[in-house]
């Protein structure tokens, strides 16, 4: 059974950079049929797509974050990772890591797979 | 200001039927699969519904979906009171080139 498990730090001071990392067990992040991507949820408000990678790195990001973020795969630990550059109070929200499949006619998936979310809180 | 539109909240008793609405466009909901998460009080989403109306092996039949034009429609019925969750449709955006999120709806087993 695949499991993602978030990391990172809980706070993070406004214009610095929130980094996180997401864990995958039970199964290997190198498949090239698979897209590992980043949702955040701001307290009590809907959920915003951050954006996705493949492990070699082709990548997707929200247009409205897209200055702003960066995301990558490290194969050797079986994680990839998000970077929020420039972050303010706005960015305060649960993050949560999650996969979704690519076959190769073009068709996408859902997200099929969420890690159990982490908070950052943006603040001095 | 959410891409789709849903329902802020329905409510209904229990073992009755509630449908939960999602409005969009040609852009997403007209050309592109809808999907359908449930999150539960404290917990990370869970897909529900995917290609518009399959269900994961998981997911009991209570649970459907459809869809029609650029509307998109999740129907619960039998309910229960463990079914009282936020419900969120999604899809792609070809236009904005990214996944969109309805608001989401609040479900209230009465």
């Known amino acids: 059974q695949l499991q993602l498990q978030e990391s990172g730090p809980g706070l993070v001071k406004p214009s610095e950079t929130l980094s996180l990392t997401c864990t995958v067990s039970g199964g290997s992040i190198s498949r090239s049929d698979f897209y590992w991507g980043w949702i955040r949820q701001p307290p009590g408000k809907g959920l915003e797509w951050i954006g996705y990678?493949?492990?070699?790195?082709?990548?997707y990001y929200n247009p409205s974050l897209k200055s702003r973020v960066s995301i990558s795969v490290d194969t050797s630990k079986n994680q990839f990772s998000l970077k929020l550059s420039s972050v303010t109070a706005a960015d305060t929200a649960m993050y949560y890591c999650?996969?979704?499949?690519?076959?190769?006619?073009?068709?996408?998936?859902?997200?099929?797979?969420w890690g159990q979310g982490t908070l950052v809180t943006v603040s001095s | 200001q959410s891409v789709l539109t849903q329902p802020p909240s329905v409510s209904a008793a229990p073992g009755q039927k509630v449908t939960i609405s999602c409005s969009g466009s040609s852009s997403n909901i007209g050309n592109n699969f809808v999907s359908w998460y449930q999150q539960l009080p404290g917990t990370a989403p869970k897909l529900l519904i995917y290609d518009d109306n399959k269900r994961p092996s998981e997911i009991p039949d209570r649970f459907s979906g459809s869809k029609s034009g650029t509307s998109a429609t999740l129907g619960i019925t039998g309910l229960q009171t463990g079914d009282e969750a936020d419900y969120y449709c999604?899809?792609?955006?070809?236009?904005?080139?990214?996944?969109?999120f309805g608001g989401g709806t609040k479900l209230t087993v009465l």
């Open positions: 990678t493949s492990y070699s790195g082709n990548t």
């Open positions: 999604g899809t792609w955006d070809s236009s904005l080139s990214a996944v969109v």
């Open positions: 999650a996969r979704r499949f690519y076959d190769s006619s073009g068709y996408y998936s859902p997200f099929d797979y």
